[in-house]
T-cell receptor, first 113, second 115 residues
Framework: KAGVTQTPRYLIKTRGQQVTLSCSPI?????VSWYQQTPGQGLQFLFE???????NKGNFPGRFSGRQFSNSRSEMNVSTLELGDSALYLC????????????FGQGTRLTVV | GDSVTQMEGPVTLSEEAFLTINCTYT??????LFWYVQYPGEGLQLLLK?????DKGSNKGFEATYRKETTSFHLEKGSVQVSDSAVYFC??????????????FGQGTILTVHP
């Protein structure tokens, strides 16, 4: 069974640009969540999608957005990039049952210069 | 809101030493509790979980017991190996409607095991 796949693995962008990251969940998983990981703030929840609907959102500015497609694949977009957006962005998928674990991808390392 | 507090790191041990990483949480209701491990350059892997009070999660020699009375989920291993060197994260998933798909993580504990 294939795991969670995130593309690309690495990105370098310039301040002010926008970026789109992609996540393909495990087959059969309809819940996809996104997290930002930085040395200073640790792992912070961005948002969660289920059946193409955003059900939950963390405390991030509106520059951070996402969507989910009918095949459960998800994308997140960051507009007007800032240096502080440099981070490892992790996607996780789950079965959306109480107590079930989330499975994480390897992440996308975004560097903003 | 929900929160997770892990013991400060880094933790440095010799091979075959006993490991404890403390984790306490704050949450309403009955959250599920997890330990994840992250190796360099990788995403997070589930190490173990517990979904109700007094449950013991175990995997690869690691254990943690869900203690509701002390709101704790401490990770233990009787004899660590060099290959256990990684960052360990305690996390919870709430049972309320605002917790959909959201894991709340502790700050992570860096473990280094020397031969």
């Amino acid at each position: 069974k294939a795991g969670v796949t995130q593309t690309p693995r690495y990105l370098i962008k310039t301040r002010g640009q926008q970026v789109t990251l992609s996540c393909s969940p495990i087959s059969g998983h309809r819940s996809v969540s996104w997290y930002q990981q930085t040395p200073g703030q640790g792992l912070q929840f961005l948002f969660e999608y289920f059946s193409e609907t955003q059900r939950n959102k963390g405390n991030f500015p509106g520059r951070f957005s996402g969507r989910q497609f009918s095949n459960s694949r998800s994308e997140m977009n960051v507009s007007t990039l800032e240096l502080g957006d440099s981070a490892l962005y992790l996607c996780a998928s789950s079965l959306n049952l109480a107590g079930t674990e989330a499975f994480f991808g390897q992440g996308t390392r975004l560097t903003v210069v | 809101g929900d929160s997770v507090t892990q013991m400060e790191g880094p933790v440095t041990l010799s091979e075959e030493a006993f490991l404890t990483i403390n984790c306490t949480y704050t949450a309403t209701g009955y959250p599920s509790l997890f330990w994840y491990v992250q190796y360099p350059g990788e995403g997070l892997q589930l190490l173990l979980k517990a979904t109700k009070a007094d449950d013991k999660g175990s995997n690869k020699g690691f254990e943690a017991t869900y203690r509701k009375e002390t709101t704790s989920f401490h990770l233990e291993k009787g004899s660590v190996q060099v290959s256990d060197s990684a960052v360990y994260f305690c996390a919870l998933s709430g049972d309320g409607g605002t917790s959909y798909g959201k894991l709340t993580f502790g700050q992570g504990t860096i473990l280094t095991v020397h031969p």
